[in-house]
Every structure is written in C-alpha cells, then in structure tokens.
Nanobody, 125 residues
C-alpha cells in the first residue's frame, strides 16, 4: 500500500523558516509527481509546489515563488519543502501527495492519487 508521512510542521514567527518532509513507502519513484498542497481554515485545498521524481522539474504557485523550495531524495524516498520568509498567510495544514499519471504533472488536486496526513504550519505575526 502507498503510504505518505508528512512531518516538520510547527509554530513559527513571521519571517521564519520550516522544512517539511514527506516519507513515502509502497511504491517506486518512476516519473511521478511529488507534491505539496495546503488547506487553510475555511478554504479549499490548494497546490503549493510539485516536483517530478525523474527530471526534477518543479512548479510553484505564485504566492510561494522565491520563498519555498521543493526537493527530493530518491534514495530516501522522501521529498521536502523548504519554506523561508513565512507569513501568516502561509498558515495551513500542509499535505504531501503523489501523482502516478500524467494528470499529476499539472500539480493540481485532481491529479494526485495518494495523500498523506497533514502537518500543521502556523505562522504568527
């Protein structure tokens, strides 16, 4: 079974940094889309960033461009989201997800096939 375990969330002041990790098991990376999504209270889950497991192609939503960096470690079957210069608007539950088909390459919710449980990120002002 595919399992994704997200970790690294916490409480941080505005301007601070956090690094999220997503440890995967139950599948082998093979041209898959590894993603991070977030859901703030009262809002829909939105895409944050994705990376292709094979060629490293990345996508970032506009609001995190230049502040967040996604990366992956194939050997550890883990991907990361380095979040710098955090703002209160980044407060949300962050979810990692994997897309096994070409639909995932658009880095949208509908393209993801498996999800991990979320990790809370809270940014205080």
């Amino acid at each position: 079974d595919v399992q994704l375990q997200a970790s690294g969330g916490g409480l941080v002041q505005a301007g601070g940094s956090l690094r999220l990790s997503c440890a995967a098991s139950g599948f082998t990376f093979d041209d898959h889309t590894l993603g991070w999504f977030r859901q703030a209270p009262g809002k829909e889950r939105e895409e944050v960033s994705c990376i292709n497991s094979d060629d490293g192609t990345t996508y970032y939503t506009g609001s995190v461009q230049g502040r967040f960096t996604i990366s992956s470690d194939i050997a550890k079957k883990t991907w990361y989201l380095q979040m710098n210069n955090l703002t209160p608007e980044d407060t949300a539950v962050y979810y990692c997800a994997v897309g096994f088909t070409d639909w995932g390459k658009e880095c949208r919710r509908y393209g993801m096939n498996s999800w991990g449980k979320g990790t809370q990120v809270t940014v205080s002002s």
